[in-house]
């Protein structure tokens, strides 16, 4: 949102509204939706959605969501915020990251190759668990040669403080004692984040789309990243060697799906 006129409750909860009603309306193709599945590690066997007894086997309830949003005003335009939200993933937090984009003319990619510079700058406020904020940087490793790594700047608020950090509920709990209203979502913004997603959501369910499935305690279906890396993003949960594997997944699909292409002309082309 932009600057507020000043922090009161109302003003602060007016630019909320106004930056949602300045967002994009949301496509159908810039949502993922997963179900995550049965998956057995280390010789432990975690159950799918549908094993449990009070859902339906033919449920196509989705357990994961992720979505490209775009704001359309002046400060935003054109820049794409990813969100995603899920049961049974690897981990579990909330976390906003800001990718910098690369400098146009990089000097390291033209001396050395691309491949030194895989990862953009990217800024992290970590809101739960352990509340942090670090930068991720790009930097030259000491010494005669040159050769990037990649360095966090953090700001581990335990380490930092030694006072105990209220939990969210606490916070809410006195602010609502208080009559403090900043952080409590006012009736017009519930409107308009509701206008957002109502449309997808029904469409989602009037046309069935079937939830991709992901495995208990991974990352989130592949279709999740698809969506990023048609937007140039990659999700801040992922190292390099991650990508890597994922590019090799993405090339195997890509090629199974040619195979059974062709393999069904041959038949059409057979039959007839």
């Keep these: 949102m932009e600057t507020p006129v000043s922090l009161d409750a109302e003003d602060i909860r007016n630019e909320k509204v106004k930056v949602l009603r300045s967002m994009r309306l949301l ?20 159950p799918s959605y549908t094993d449990d ?24 335009d ?9 049961k049974a993933l690897h981990n579990k937090g909330a976390e906003i990251r800001v990718q ?24 992290v406020i970590r809101v739960q668990p352990d509340e942090a904020i670090f930068l991720k940087i790009n930097n030259k490793v000491p010494g005669l040669g040159m050769r990037l790594d990649r360095s966090n700047l953090n700001l581990h608020y335990a380490a930092r ?13 006195l602010d609502a004692i208080e009559g ?5 979502i006012r009736s017009d913004e519930l409107d308009a984040a509701w206008a957002l997603f109502t449309p997808v959501l029904k469409e989602l369910e009037e046309k069935k789309i079937i939830p991709e499935s992901y495995p208990y305690g991974s990352r989130g279906p592949v279709g999740a990243h698809y969506l990023a890396a048609r937007y140039n993003v990659r999700w ?8 890597a594997e994922l590019a090799l997944l993405f090339v195997w699909k890509s090629n199974v799906i040619k195979r059974w292409i062709l393999a069904v002309k041959s038949c059409e082309k057979h039959s007839s």
């Design 180 to 184: 403090e209203r900043r952080l409590f």
């Design 236 to 243: 801040g949960d992922l190292d390099i060697e991650q990508v």
């Design 100 to 123: 910098f984009r690369h400098v146009p003319g990089n000097l390291y990619n033209r001396n050395f190759g691309t491949d030194l510079d895989r990862a953009t700058n990217e800024l």
């Design 27 to 46: 496509r159908l193709e810039d949502v993922v939706i997963g179900q995550y599945k049965s998956h057995s590690k280390g010789g432990v066997t975690y």
């Design 78 to 86: 054109g820049v794409p915020f990813l969100m995603k939200a899920g």
């Design 161 to 173: 403080y030694s006072k105990e950090i209220p939990d969210a509920y606490e916070r809410l709990l």
């Design 53 to 76: 007894k009070t859902v339906p086997k033919d449920s196509l309830t989705p357990t994961f969501a992720a979505a490209a949003l775009f704001i359309d005003n002046a400060r935003w």
